[in-house]
Each structure stands twice: as C-alpha cells, then as structure tokens.
C-alpha cells in the first residue's frame, strides 16, 4: 500500500509563502486524485486542494489563486505552493489518495504556522 509523508510546514509571515510536498512511495500515475487537506484545532479536517491524473486541479475557495497544486510523476511527489498566507491557514495539513479497494492513505501531515 502507497505510503505518504509531507514536508515542507513551518512558520511563514502573513503574505509570505511555502511548497508542501508530499512523496509518495510508489508512482502515482494510476491514482485517480491527490489531495491535500487540513485542519485546525478545534476544526474539521477540510478540503484544500486536488489534482487528477489528467492534470485537473481544484480548490478550496478560500485558498483558490493563492494555492497552485502540481506534481512531479518522475519523483513520486505532489506539491502545494503557498502563496499570499493568511491568519486563517495555519493547520496541519495532510496529502490523501485513495486507496484502490476503499479508503484512504493519508500521511502524517505538517505544521504551517503563520505569523502576523
């Protein structure tokens, strides 16, 4: 089964800027989404960001023209840029794919904290 684990979190000035990675352990070339999501204390855990195998991505609206999700195939490694951060996206945030028989992978998740 994949496994994930996410780089990248730590402490940026509002406005300021960070990439998320997120390898993989085996290609995902037949994964049908990535995603990244997060989650603040006290909050759900939510939706951030997701790209298809077909280069598709989609976003959060609160994060949408400031997060880019891309990948690179050749390296296992999904990527979120951050840019513009706000006070409302400090969380842990996670990289998901689906597993192929139900469920999910998930990894361990990285900090981001913003700093006014």
């Known amino acids: 089964q994949v496994q994930l684990m996410e780089s990248g979190g730590g402490l940026a000035q509002a406005v300021g800027s960070l990439r998320l990675s997120c390898a993989a352990s085996q290609s995902l070339s037949e994964v049908s989404v990535v995603a990244w999501y997060r989650q603040a204390p006290g909050k759900q855990r939510e939706f951030v960001a997701g790209?298809?195998?077909?280069?598709?991505?989609d976003y959060e609206p609160s994060v949408k023209g400031r997060f880019f999700i891309f990948s690179d195939n050749s390296k296992n490694i999904i990527y979120m840029q951050m840019n513009d951060l706000k006070p409302e996206d400090p969380a842990v945030y996670y990289c998901s794919v689906p597993r192929a028989f139900g469920g999910a992978a998930w990894g361990p998740g990285t900090q981001v904290t913003v700093s006014s």
């Open positions: 790209i298809t195998s077909t280069d598709i991505s």
